[in-house]
């Protein structure tokens, strides 16, 4: 009898174990992301009393599983090890391929993963969120790929969580647009050079903003430089980026009044690479970015979106409705969100 089935049977006959594994397994990821942490602090980041923390906390020292030292608790090589293995176990507890194979058919596109939980509310969940997009992103590179990759929150949270893979070699990272009125650390350049620092790549830096004129981006590409960089981005088969809510992506890039109200006017509600659409997935509006362009998002070889939260629910549903070649990385909430929506 395999795992698989021997928990089910264990299930049937002590139905609580399900309860039991999910809550230990929490205790044990929050004290991963927050180590080492104080038994104060963890039953305040889950919402649990101390004393049911206590008990939970002894019983876990007892299996060895987690240690104290002066400053909190730490997990032992033992707990690390254990969680690995129960993350797999948690994924299918909660049918995460279920959701999976429901929304790839609902927005019909070529792949979803999905990261159990709610991120945008889970105390350790932008941690777990970094680190499993980023080991399904890791599997997706081949031998002399040239990896394009946005900017933003998401986009720098992946690469931070990226990890050499001595399997793959000759890669090249390269920004995937140019630059955005926005932290250094969110800065496309910023996220392509971390991310290929991560896994042993080279790469490439595009010193130019994203908002650029076409006339502007002519002028600035007789630059040697500049123009080696747009020969890379304009061979990229792996393309990782991010999709926005149109009205908040256009603050960030600076929009004057005329755009703000065409996006309200015409109910504007996704974007990427300056590319605004409506529910639909028609491609309304552009603003000026220098980068990846809208033949190249739909031409790709291998697209990756990822996005994550329920406000995010109706820009994914309708980007795929513009685009079908891609694949996306969400969250469980966030998946959830986008199956209630009827279509």
């Known amino acids: 009898m395999d795992c698989k089935k021997m928990f089910e049977l264990q299930k049937n006959i002590v139905p609580e174990i399900v309860s039991t594994l999910n809550e230990r397994y929490n205790i044990l990821k929050c004290i991963e992301s927050n180590q080492p942490i104080g038994r104060r602090l963890l039953s305040t980041k889950l919402?649990?009393?101390?004393?049911?923390?206590?008990?939970e906390i002894d019983k876990l020292?007892?299996?060895?599983?987690?240690?104290?030292?002066?400053?909190?608790?730490?997990?032992?090589?033992?707990?690390?090890?254990?969680?690995?293995?129960?993350?797999?176990?948690?994924?299918?507890?909660?049918?995460?391929?279920?959701?999976?194979?429901k929304l790839k058919n609902k927005l019909k596109i070529n792949e979803v993963f999905i990261v159990s939980g709610n991120t945008s509310i889970d105390e350790h969940g932008s941690t777990k969120f970094g680190r499993k997009a980023a080991d399904i992103i890791l599997k997706k590179i081949k031998n002399n790929d040239i990896v394009g990759i946005a900017g933003g929150t998401t986009?720098?949270?992946?690469?931070?969580?990226?990890?050499r893979n001595d399997n793959i070699s000759n890669i090249t990272i390269v920004p995937?647009?140019?630059?955005?009125?926005?932290?250094?650390?969110?800065?496309?350049?910023?996220?392509?050079?971390?991310?290929?620092?991560?896994?042993?790549?080279?790469?490439?830096?595009?010193h130019i903003p994203d908002d650029l004129s076409e006339n502007e981006l002519q002028?600035?590409?007789?630059?040697?430089?500049?123009?080696?960089?747009?020969?890379?981005?304009?061979?990229?088969?792996?393309?990782?980026?991010?999709?926005?809510?149109?009205?908040?992506?256009?603050?960030?890039?600076k929009a004057n009044n005329d755009i703000l109200n065409t996006i309200e006017k015409e109910k504007l509600v996704a974007e990427t690479f300056g590319?605004?659409?409506?529910?639909?997935?028609?491609?309304?509006?552009?603003?000026?970015?220098?980068?990846?362009?809208?033949?190249?998002?739909?031409?790709?070889?291998?697209?990756?979106?990822?996005?994550?939260?329920?406000?995010?629910?109706?820009?994914?549903?309708?980007?795929?409705n513009f685009h079908k070649n891609f694949s996306l990385i969400t969250d469980e909430s966030t998946a959830r969100e986008i199956l209630n929506i009827n279509i």
């Open 47 to 55: 919402d649990k009393t101390e004393r049911i923390i206590r008990t």
């Open 61 to 101: 020292k007892n299996m060895e599983l987690i240690n104290s030292i002066s400053s909190g608790m730490i997990l032992t090589d033992l707990g690390k090890n254990l969680l690995i293995e129960l993350d797999d176990l948690m994924f299918d507890l909660k049918n995460i391929a279920n959701l999976e194979s």
């Open 155 to 163: 986009m720098a949270l992946i690469a931070d969580h990226m990890k």
């Open 176 to 206: 995937a647009r140019g630059a955005l009125n926005e932290e250094l650390k969110l800065q496309a350049n910023t996220v392509a050079c971390n991310f290929a620092h991560k896994i042993n790549a080279n790469y490439k830096l595009l």
């Open 219 to 253: 002028v600035v590409k007789e630059n040697e430089t500049i123009h080696e960089v747009f020969d890379y981005i304009n061979n990229v088969n792996v393309l990782i980026f991010g999709l926005g809510n149109a009205h908040d992506m256009a603050i960030r890039r």
């Open 275 to 320: 590319y605004f659409f409506n529910s639909k997935g028609e491609m309304k509006l552009q603003m000026n970015s220098v980068g990846i362009d809208l033949i190249k998002i739909e031409n790709v070889e291998n697209s990756i979106a990822v996005a994550v939260g329920k406000e995010k629910a109706d820009v994914i549903l309708a980007f795929s």
